[in-house]
């Protein structure tokens, strides 16, 4: 009975909460072989109202095996009309004695960054993301690559 309780209160709460007001991710897996710099990871960003705009962040999740302190990124906002936003993302993913930074545990370690804040959706439906590490053709121990789309502040 308790167990059943939980569960109603649990839904009900969700059913509360304004579906515009929630953040939404789409993440993107490297090929396990290595990520090309020529291939692009593509995201469609999916917004819960078209009339309010959002703040987008880029999540970077690595393994242990990856080789590197730093990890170069070109990230393309698209909109809908085609306009191109270029960011370049630069991150640190370990210290000088190569201790990893970052979110994390074990063999998986995570790096957030800001791509755009109070952007209204339709300047931003195709994110397009590139490494561009110098002299790396095929870069491996990148886990997964993740956009999160949340609501701006109002």
């Known amino acids: 009975m308790r167990t059943m309780m939980l569960l109603v209160v649990a839904i009900t709460i969700a059913a509360c909460t ?3 007001a929630q953040s939404t991710a789409m993440t993107a897996t490297p090929p396990t072989n290595g990520w090309h710099t020529g291939t692009a990871l593509r995201f469609k960003p999916h917004y819960g109202d078209s009339a309010r705009r959002y703040d987008l962040r880029l999540d970077v999740r690595h393994t242990t095996s990856y080789a590197y302190r730093d990890l170069h990124l070109l990230v ?3 909109s809908d009309s085609g306009n191109v936003s270029r960011r370049v993302v630069n991150l640190n993913v370990a210290d000088d004695y190569g201790n990893w930074t970052g979110s ?9 960054v800001i791509l755009a804040n109070d952007v209204p959706p339709e300047r931003a439906s195709t994110i397009a993301i590139w490494q561009t590490m110098d002299s790396v053709k095929s870069l491996t121990g990148i886990d997964a690559l993740g956009v999160v789309a949340v609501p701006s502040n109002d």
């Open 76 to 78: 393309d906002i698209i």
């Open 104 to 112: 994390g545990f074990g063999t998986l370690y995570q790096h957030s």
């Open 18 to 20: 304004r579906p515009e």
